[in-house]
Antibody, heavy 119, light 107 residues
Framework: EVQLVESGGVVVQPGGSLRLSCAAS????????MHWVRQAPGKGLEWVSLISWDGGSTYYADSVKGRFTISRDNSKNSLYLQMNSLRTEDTALYYC????????????WGQGTLVTVSS | AIRMTQSPSSLSASTGDRVTITCRAS??????LAWYQQKPGKAPKLLIY???TLQSGVPSRFSGSGSGTDFTLTISCLQSEDFATYYC?????????FGQGTKLEIK
C-alpha cells in the first residue's frame, strides 16, 4: 500500500524558513517523479514543485521560484521542500504527491502538513 | 503558463441527476488533462487522466471527454458520495496547473 506522510508544518513568521518532509513507502520511490501541491485555507489546489526520479530535474511554480527548493533522498525514501523568505500567502496545507511516472499527474497524495505564516 | 478555467464554480444537484462540469485551457493541451475529486478534510483523489481514461476503481458513472482546449467531466447518476469539489489539471507543460474547482452541492 502506497503511503505518503508529510511532516514539518508549523507556525512561522514572515521572512522565516521551514523544511517540510515526506516519507514514502509501498512503492519503488526512486522510480517516480514526486511533487508538492498546496492548498490555502478554503481555496483551490496549487502545484508548487516537482523533482525527477533521480533529482536531476526540478520545476517550480512562479510564485515560489527562488524561495523554495525541492530535494529528495532516495536512500531514505524521502522528499523535502526547503521554504525560505516565507510570506503570508504561503499559508497552506502542503501535500506530497506521487506522479504516475515522470512528471504528469498524481495518483497518490499524503494527508498534508499545515504551514502557517503569521506574525 | 497555461490557465485552466472551470465552470460553474458551484453547482446544486440532486441524487440521481446527471451533471456536467466544464474545464477550458487557455491554450491547446491535446488530451493531457486529469480530473480529481476532493472531499472536505481529505486529499484529492484521481478520477480521470488523459481526458477520458478512468482511473482504476473509479465508478463508471464518471466519464470525461474533450481535447485541445475544452473538456468535460460528467457524472451520469449522482450518488450521495459524489458531493464534493472537482478539479481539472493540465499536464501538457510546466508549470502544471489546476482549475479553480467546482463545488458540487446537494440541492
Amino acid at each position: 500500500e502506497v503511503q505518503l506522510v508529510e511532516s514539518g508544518g508549523v507556525v512561522v513568521q514572515p521572512g522565516g524558513s521551514l523544511r517540510l518532509s515526506c516519507a514514502a513507502s509501498g512503492f519503488t520511490f526512486d522510480d517516480y517523479t514526486m511533487h508538492w501541491v498546496r492548498q490555502a485555507p478554503g481555496k483551490g489546489l496549487e502545484w508548487v514543485s516537482l523533482i525527477s526520479w533521480d533529482g536531476g530535474s526540478t520545476y517550480y511554480a512562479d510564485s515560489v521560484k527562488g524561495r523554495f527548493t525541492i530535494s529528495r533522498d532516495n536512500s531514505k525514501n524521502s522528499l523535502y521542500l526547503q521554504m525560505n523568505s516565507l510570506r503570508t500567502e504561503d499559508t497552506a496545507l502542503y501535500y506530497c504527491a506521487k506522479d504516475i511516472y515522470r512528471g504528469t499527474y498524481f495518483d497518490y497524495w499524503g494527508q498534508g502538513t499545515l504551514v502557517t505564516v503569521s506574525s | 503558463a497555461i490557465r485552466m478555467t472551470q465552470s460553474p464554480s458551484s453547482l446544486s444537484a440532486s441524487t440521481g441527476d446527471r451533471v456536467t462540469i466544464t474545464c477550458r485551457a487557455s491554450q491547446g493541451i491535446s488530451s493531457y488533462l486529469a480530473w480529481y475529486q476532493q472531499k472536505p478534510g481529505k486529499a484529492p483523489k484521481l478520477l480521470i487522466y488523459a481526458a477520458s481514461t478512468l482511473q482504476s476503481g473509479v465508478p463508471s458513472r464518471f466519464s470525461g471527454s474533450g481535447s485541445g482546449t475544452d473538456f468535460t467531466l460528467t457524472i451520469s447518476c449522482l450518488q450521495s458520495e459524489d458531493f464534493a469539489t472537482y478539479y481539472c489539471q493540465q499536464y501538457y507543460s510546466y508549470p502544471l496547473s489546476f482549475g479553480q474547482g467546482t463545488k458540487l452541492e446537494i440541492k
